[in-house]
Structure formats: C-alpha cells, structure tokens
C-alpha cells in the first residue's frame, strides 16, 4: 500500500503562491508518475499537473500552465506543487496521486493511490 498526505493548503489573496506538497509512505512511489488533481464540491475531479519518473517529463492543464509548478524530490518521496499567480477559481481541493505508470498521465483512472486531500481557497 502507498499513503499519500498531501500539505501546504490554506486561504490565500487573489495573486498569491502557494507550494503543496505530496508525501509518499509506505510502498515507495519512485519508478512512477505522479499527478495533482482538484475537486470542487458538486464538480467533477479535474485534472491539474502530472510528472513522470524520474521528473523530467511533465504534463499540465492549460488553465494551469505557466502558473503552476509540478516538481518532485525522490530521495524524500515528496512530490510538490508551486502554484503562483493564483485566481478565485482555483478554490479546490487538491489531492496528489501516483500512476500506474512512469508517464506524466492526466486521466484519474490512471491513478492507483489517492491522498484525502488539501483545501486550497483564493479569496478575490
């Protein structure tokens, strides 16, 4: 089994960074992808960022792309976020997942191991 705990959530003003991170127990998650995803209640998970092993290679939204960051640390097993420029509408949940594969992946259903998740909110 894999235990994902995901951090670094909290209330932040329009414009604002924040940096999630993702850290991994248990069965290790090194020789796999890695993603973000996010949920507002009563909506759909969507996908957000992924990352391949070992990190060279990563995949992003394009409501996303060229604020956030996917990055990942494999001696420590943490996977990060670094979310800048940060609007109202990414108010979310964020969970961290790993992937059956050692690709950057974006659907869920290729997603194994699931955190409970990290509240993230942008007040405007």
């Known amino acids: 089994q894999v235990q994902l705990v995901e951090s670094g959530g909290g209330l932040v003003q329009a414009g604002g960074s924040l940096r999630l991170s993702c850290a991994a127990s248990?069965?290790?998650?090194?020789?796999?992808?890695m993603g973000w995803f996010r949920q507002v209640p009563g909506k759909e998970r969507e996908f957000v960022a992924a990352?391949?092993?070992?990190?060279?290679?990563?995949a992003y939204a394009d409501s996303v792309k060229g604020r956030f960051t996917i990055s990942r640390d494999n001696a420590q097993n943490t996977v990060y976020l670094q979310m800048n420029s940060l609007k109202p509408e990414d108010t979310a949940i964020y969970y961290c997942?790993?992937?059956?594969?050692?690709?950057?992946?974006?659907?869920?259903?290729?997603?194994?191991?699931w955190g409970q998740g990290t509240q993230v909110t942008v007040s405007s």
């Open positions: 990352i391949g092993w070992p990190g060279s290679r990563t």
């Open positions: 248990g069965r290790t998650v090194n020789t796999y992808g």
């Open positions: 997942a790993r992937a059956i594969t050692n690709v950057p992946v974006t659907a869920d259903k290729q997603y194994a191991y």
